[in-house]
């Protein structure tokens, strides 16, 4: 089963080159999770797999075909986008909300068809939303926004869902709780992720942007080394391996290759 892909897929933004040659492959039904510092091209690249912007080399595809060949609507149906904010005036029903992930699959009168309802139902069951269906916007929590918003993008029913920096701004348990639903979901992820541990628990695959650039890609426990982290974040880290395989990042003060700093 193909995928939607990046081969080397290069993009200026006034003047600069933000995305530099870098393919992407995810295995179907995989998270994989896009790290780097700021300005390292996550964003961006998310933006050409999504497309929302065409890239200036390189192609982006879904199912072999050329992204761009497709109208907006018939990608909308197959992939969805969740940003980084979720914010809106206006007073609107968690439901409501969600029922706009139907927009893409409805006729050309925009009749409501019972298969709208039941995807509606399916991703409010899906994010633990069903029993705030009809709470207004302006009362949730930041958790809840943000998992209002993923349940608009699987009420699209997308194959893929691509997420940029979907835990900014939310507290640790919020953190652990929405990337484990976007674990169990059954679609191929793409998520862009600044914490290093979690992406080390929750995705299958990560690869590393510098400068636009992909710089090591592979399973958390390969790509995930001090030495890595060092060259690509300009800090000293320890990374230890948990009973599960997966690695865990300690940081420690002082840039790479400088002494330690004593400990009380």
């Known amino acids: 089963m193909v995928t939607l892909e990046a081969q080397r897929v290069g993009w200026r933004r006034g003047g600069v080159l933000v ?6 492959t995810p295995a179907p039904g995989t998270t994989v999770g896009l790290l780097g510092p700021n300005g ?3 964003s961006s690249l998310l933006r050409l797999l999504a497309g929302t912007s065409k890239p200036d080399s390189g192609v982006v595809t879904l199912d072999g075909e050329e992204l761009g060949s497709f109208t907006r ?21 968690v439901s409501d909300v969600v029922r706009l992930g139907r927009i893409p699959h409805r006729g050309f009168l925009g009749a409501t068809a019972s298969r709208d309802e039941a995807a509606v139902a399916a991703a409010l069951e899906h994010t633990g939303l069903t029993d705030k269906a009809d709470r207004l916007w302006h009362t949730l929590s930041g958790g809840e926004r ?33 990337l484990s639903l976007v674990q169990r979901l059954p679609v191929t992820t793409v998520i ?52 599960r395989g997966r690695p865990t990042v300690l940081f420690e003060p002082g840039p790479p290759g400088s002494a330690a700093t004593p400990r009380p």
Do not use: M, W
Not at 147 to 162: K, M, S
Not at 203 to 213: E, F, M, T
Not at 218 to 236: D, H, K, Q, S
């Open 192 to 243: 862009a992720l600044h914490d290093l541990n979690l992406a080390a628990t929750f995705c299958d695959s990560v690869v590393v942007l510098a400068g636009g650039r992909a710089v090591a890609g592979g399973p958390p426990a390969e790509v995930l080394t001090a030495e890595l982290i060092g060259e690509v974040y300009g800090v000293r880290a320890q990374v230890h391996l948990g009973a």
């Open 40 to 42: 390292s091209g996550k």
């Open 19 to 24: 995305v530099d040659t870098v393919t992407l």
């Open 146 to 178: 943000q998992r209002a918003h993923i349940a608009r993008a699987l009420a699209q029913e997308p194959r893929e869902l691509l997420l940029d920096e979907p835990t900014n701004h939310l507290d640790i348990r919020h953190q652990l709780e929405l």
């Open 73 to 93: 609507r018939d990608v909308a149906r197959v992939v969805a986008v969740v940003g980084q904010h979720a914010h809106t005036d206006t007073d609107i029903r």
